[in-house]
């Protein structure tokens, strides 16, 4: 499986960027996809999490103003990211979970998923 995001930009506080990614190879309809990211000098954290005919989780930071979706047919997924802050400025990693899945409890941990994409870097400027 291969995971291939993009979307990332410049963008003012305030405003919107919607990430994609891509997987190939495998039956994408059946992986749970999430969204992680990581900010410069620091570990990488959870943002949100789909399992294919499940509802989405998001991160406390994020909830409200992010919005996880995935189009089976595109073998795609994507975050809607609104009112954007400099907080959110990180590099931001799709990640797939391939069957058997992890447990439910785990999907919002980095060992919970099986691949990962390049990331693709965000910058809110203030």
């Known amino acids: 499986v291969q995971l291939q995001a993009s979307g990332g930009g410049l963008v003012q506080a305030g405003g919107s960027l919607r990430l994609s990614c891509t997987a190939s190879?495998?039956?994408?309809?059946?992986?749970?996809m999430a969204w992680f990211r990581q900010a410069p000098g620091r570990g990488r954290e959870f943002v949100a999490a789909a399992r294919w005919g499940g509802s989405v989780v998001y991160a406390d930071s994020v909830k409200g103003r992010f919005t996880l979706s995935r189009d089976n047919a595109k073998n795609s997924v994507y975050l809607q990211m609104n009112s954007l802050g400099p907080e959110d400025t990180a590099v931001y990693f799709c990640?797939?979970?391939?069957?058997?899945?992890?447990?439910?409890?785990?999907?919002?941990?980095?060992?919970?998923?099986?691949?990962w994409g390049q990331g693709t870097l965000v910058t809110v400027s203030s």
């Open positions: 190879g495998g039956t994408f309809r059946n992986y749970a």
């Open positions: 990640a797939a979970d391939t069957p058997p899945l992890t447990i439910l409890s785990q999907q919002r941990y980095e060992r919970g998923y099986d691949y």
